[in-house]
């Protein structure tokens, strides 16, 4: 069996819908993005993110982000030249709100009705407001493990556990969710 | 529009709370009355699971804004998909008087 997908982390989800072409057109059945497609092409072209730094933000492996970027700009591509509409919908993903600083006050807050607009601070209502950048917290768990004596290091984004080695029985690492039964059997024997 | 605050008492001289699930009051303010509730946090003495608990009390009581000192990772995208704001506030000297009259500006 697959393993389970990785819940995407999603931070501005667009505030409408869909697309639809101008005109008239023979195909109107709907190309269906995700939501974690649409956050791809903002992050990417939009923000102008590397894939790397990108994929990063959505919590996601580096290969991972490639595939859901390519993916969006098939549909993207698809519904152009078709002539197809677009809706945004599903996909695997959480919805993160962006924070906010008052320098007013000096209170936190954050602004979960993304389709309004904030010009306010929540707190004190004062328009001295600024947004809080890389706020990076609830980070994902990405922690590579030796096969053999279970020895856990941190990994590094970007690079795949395999290409590390244990520092102690000179074997190669692994990813702490690719660890199977039968690998766990290993360890238990060898305690 | 109704306000949650976290408080360490049953007064408006009492400091705010800067833990969330596990504080001892929670004050509903309700901003267009202008009248405050003072209500014990019944997941305080829980041993596991108090944040998403105190939530689920907190969105009974139709509140839109909650003020504390810190929202814990399982919290926040509960809060999020229930729309309903937070606000952290890093100072804890102040108290449940200061931040309504904050609301009031």
Redesign the interface.
């Known amino acids: 069996m697959a393993r389970p997908k990785r819940i995407r982390r999603v931070t501005n989800p667009p505030h409408y819908i869909g697309f639809k072409p101008i005109g008239d057109s023979e195909n109107n059945h709907p190309i269906v993005m995700n939501y974690e497609e649409y956050q791809a092409i903002r992050l990417n072209d939009f923000e102008l993110y590397s894939q790397l730094v990108a994929s990063g933000i959505m919590g996601v492996s580096r290969p991972t982000y490639t595939r859901i970027y390519e993916s969006a700009r098939r549909k993207v591509a698809q519904a152009f030249v078709n002539g197809q509409p677009i809706v945004f919908e599903g996909g695997k993903v959480?919805?993160?709100?962006d924070w906010y600083k008052c320098n007013h006050?000096?209170?936190?807050?954050?602004?979960?009705?993304k389709n309004r607009n904030l010009t306010k601070c929540?707190?004190?209502?004062?328009e001295n407001i600024g947004q809080l950048i890389n706020n990076q917290?609830?980070e994902i768990e990405d922690v590579c493990v030796c096969p053999w004596c279970g020895l856990e290091s941190i990994n590094t984004h970007g690079t795949p556990c395999h290409e590390e080695t244990c520092p102690d029985c000179n074997c190669r690492m692994i990813h702490k969710a690719n660890l199977n039964n039968s690998e766990e059997t290993i360890i238990k024997k060898k305690q | 529009m109704k306000v949650a605050i976290t408080s360490t008492g049953n007064g408006p001289d009492n400091k705010i709370d800067t833990r969330f699930g596990r504080c001892s009051y929670f004050v509903i303010y309700d901003t267009e009355s202008n009248s405050t509730e003072y209500i014990p946090n019944p997941t305080k003495e829980s041993i596991e699971g108090a944040g998403p608990a105190a939530v689920e009390f907190v969105a009974s009581k139709g509140v839109k804004k909650v003020i504390s000192g810190e929202f814990g990772a399982k919290v926040k995208p509960i809060f999020d998909q229930l729309s309903i704001q937070l606000v952290v506030i890093n100072d804890p000297e102040k108290s449940i008087s200061d931040i309504i009259s904050l609301l009031n500006q």
């Open positions: 959480y919805f993160d709100s006050c000096g209170c936190y807050f954050n602004h979960p009705e929540a707190l004190c209502s004062s917290e609830g």
